[in-house]
């Protein structure tokens, strides 16, 4: 059984969707971001950088136990595993893997930030707002157009769908609102009802809360722990 090391982040969630798509059994190890809980030793023996998700696989390969941190390597490893969720023809698993990319690299840390500088932030920053705000809207444009030529973003529903789709999840957060991307928008309803994806939504959804006081501890431990 796979440990899944879990908060209810976009991040995680690529995670928690691909689990339940593939159907492997899994052990939910929460990790409370707001109570600093990342910053642990025992959590860092696992994933170094301090971040959700990670997962450690007793049975890795050659049998023996392997810890995987960054969600895109973790979809990546689970989808070879079991063979399931990246297309086995040539051209649409690179198809696949460079919008796997594409999410990793720009989509998800760019959205990041225009999340933080427009919710976060101590104070507004004008120009961060902006900046992010725009970059966001350009990453949303590239993304309706591949999704105006076909159904998944590699001809068929893959891995680099499911790390997507949970960062548009949050597009509020971003400045951006489906109706000006209507394939982004169609895409995202056809994945939104799938029963595996309503299920990985529900983990610890009663525990979550980003209402945190900017003087804080848990603003701390999530923006400024000391390491």
Same mark, same amino acid.
């Given at each position: ?10 991040? $995680?969630?690529? =995670? ?20 600093? &809980? ?12 301090? @971040? !959700?998700? #990670? ?11 392997? #810890?995987?941190?960054?969600? %895109? ?7 070879? @595993?079991? %063979? @399931? ?5 040539? !051209?649409?698993?690179?198809? $696949? ?21 427009? !919710? ?9 707002? &902006?900046?992010?705000?725009? &970059? #966001? ?12 030529? =076909? $159904? ?34 169609? *895409? ?10 309503? &299920? ?18 848990? *603003?701390?431990?999530?923006?400024? $722990?000391? !390491?």
């Amino acid at each position: 059984m796979i440990d899944f090391y879990f908060w209810p982040t976009p991040n $995680a969630y690529k =995670v928690a969707v691909m689990l339940a798509e593939i159907g492997i059994p899994y052990r939910v190890m929460p990790i409370n971001i707001l109570e600093g &809980e990342q910053h642990a030793p025992e959590f860092l023996d696992i994933n170094p950088n301090g @971040k !959700v998700p #990670a997962i450690v696989d007793p049975d890795g390969p050659d049998g023996k136990p392997i #810890a995987i941190f960054e969600s %895109g390597a973790i979809l990546l490893y689970l989808a070879e @595993k079991t %063979g @399931k969720l990246l297309p086995t023809d040539s !051209v649409r698993r690179y198809e $696949a893997l460079q919008w796997l990319m594409f999410q990793m690299g720009g989509f998800g840390p760019m959205l990041g930030q225009a999340h933080h500088f427009r !919710v976060y932030a101590p104070e507004q920053i004008d120009y961060a707002v &902006e900046r992010y705000t725009r &970059e #966001a809207s350009r990453l949303y444009k590239v993304l309706d157009r591949r999704l105006a030529e =076909v $159904a998944f973003l590699a001809g068929e529903y893959s891995i680099a769908d499911i790390a997507t789709f949970t960062w548009v999840r949050t597009r509020k957060m971003h400045g951006q609102d489906l109706q000006d991307y209507p394939a982004v928008r169609d *895409w995202y309803n056809r994945i939104k009802v799938r029963s595996s994806v309503s &299920e990985a939504l529900s983990l610890l959804k009663s525990d979550m809360t980003w209402k945190v006081d900017k003087k804080s501890d848990s *603003w701390t431990n999530m923006f400024g $722990a000391k !390491v």
